[in-house]
């Protein structure tokens, strides 16, 4: 079963190139592949935040790993007689994911602005408007793949092959806009609306449309994806909120939504140590050809994955885990799991204007 499956991502990936999108479960974690818009959202001056992602380790010997790190800033503009200046957020991301099987790769680093305009004179609302752009690299080590013809008959695959491989690497483009709707009535008490719109300039994603001068090879375009986030927090005591999560995200015939909370329970008289706890669903969907007929009908939504959260806050620094469990039978040994770390320089309790985690 592990080879099949092998085979299957072999040809898959040699044929169309197609990468998983970024996904992460600890989304808020990593703010700036969510949403540009939340550049420079958060209390602070700075944030250097980071993840890992690990999955299909029950599978694979070397499975799909996910990283990414980020480096944003928050400055304050203008003055128009509000309590709180209007904000800037500028930032840089670098993000890479690998199939380590293939010893395939996807790099993008990316370079984030986004504007924070104030809405009332308390600066309860906040209206973020963010773009992103960047570069991706995506990359195929040839020799960790083989192909029929090149089995000698008696010990392996170590004959030459004469499939015509395209050259092994190339880069495109890529931009994403975003917006983000902040609303802070009261302390523990916030709305989060944002929505952003990715891969905008839909480049190719396959090896061998760059070199396919027989024209055998189709166009193979990355989809544009839309994105929507709707979080908040409701105290319930004095130590205690709950924060209610919604993500959903839609490319080309994929639909994918995560929806959960946590529970932020504070520790201390001043709450600088806190402990996250939280669930989510995951569900999705893909659009499926009719067998016979050219028609695309929707498949029906179901619920493959389960996630569990456990987050701290310590003062200005934050770590969070999260593990993925698919609860499909099919799903067996495809669990994943992720780490994430943040530090916020120059902290400031005050103003909020993205979730945690």
């Not at 009535?185 to 989060?192: C, D, E, G, N, V």
């Amino acid at each position: 079963m592990r080879y099949l499956l092998l085979l299957i991502i072999s040809i898959s990936f040699t044929i169309s190139a197609q990468a998983q999108d970024r996904l992460f479960s600890q989304t808020y974690a990593a703010p700036l592949s969510l949403n540009p818009a939340l550049t420079g959202a958060f209390d602070g001056k700075f944030r250097v935040s980071g993840a890992y992602r690990n999955q299909w380790n029950g599978i694979l010997d070397r499975p799909f790993q996910t990283y990414t790190t980020a480096l944003d800033f928050k400055f304050g503009v203008g003055q128009s007689g509000f309590k709180k200046k209007d904000l800037v957020g500028a930032g840089i991301l670098f993000f890479t994911d690998k199939v380590g099987e293939l010893d395939f790769s996807t790099t993008n680093i990316a370079i984030s602005g986004a504007f924070h305009k104030a809405l009332d004179r308390n600066s309860q609302q906040y209206l973020s408007l963010g773009f992103q752009g960047g570069i991706v690299q995506r990359n195929i080590n040839y020799s960790s793949v083989t192909f029929q013809d090149q089995f000698n008959g008696l010990t392996g695959f170590n004959d030459p092959t004469a499939e015509n491989l395209p050259e092994n690497n190339f880069s495109f483009g890529d931009l994403s806009v975003g917006l983000n709707y902040a609303y802070t009535p009261a302390a523990r008490t916030s709305l989060f609306i944002g929505a952003g719109v990715h891969h905008i300039l839909t480049p190719s994603v396959s090896f061998y449309d760059r070199n396919d001068e027989l024209g055998l090879f189709e166009d193979d375009p990355l989809d544009i994806k839309y994105s929507l986030q709707v979080s908040g927090s409701l105290p319930l005591g004095d130590h205690l909120s709950i924060l209610p999560r919604f993500i959903g995200a839609a490319q080309g015939p994929h639909v994918k939504v995560d929806a959960g909370t946590n529970f932020r329970i504070g520790i201390g008289e001043l709450q600088t140590i806190a402990i996250h706890i939280g669930g989510y669903a995951r569900v999705v969907a893909n659009e499926t050809e009719t067998i016979g007929s050219s028609e695309i009908q929707p498949a029906a939504f179901d619920v493959p994955t389960a996630v569990a959260l456990v987050g701290i806050e310590y003062s200005n620094i934050l770590f969070g885990f999260s593990y993925d469990l698919h609860l499909q039978e099919v799903g067996l040994g495809q669990n994943a799991f992720e780490i994430s770390v943040a530090y916020l320089g120059e902290y400031e309790d005050d103003l909020l204007l993205c979730p945690k985690f």
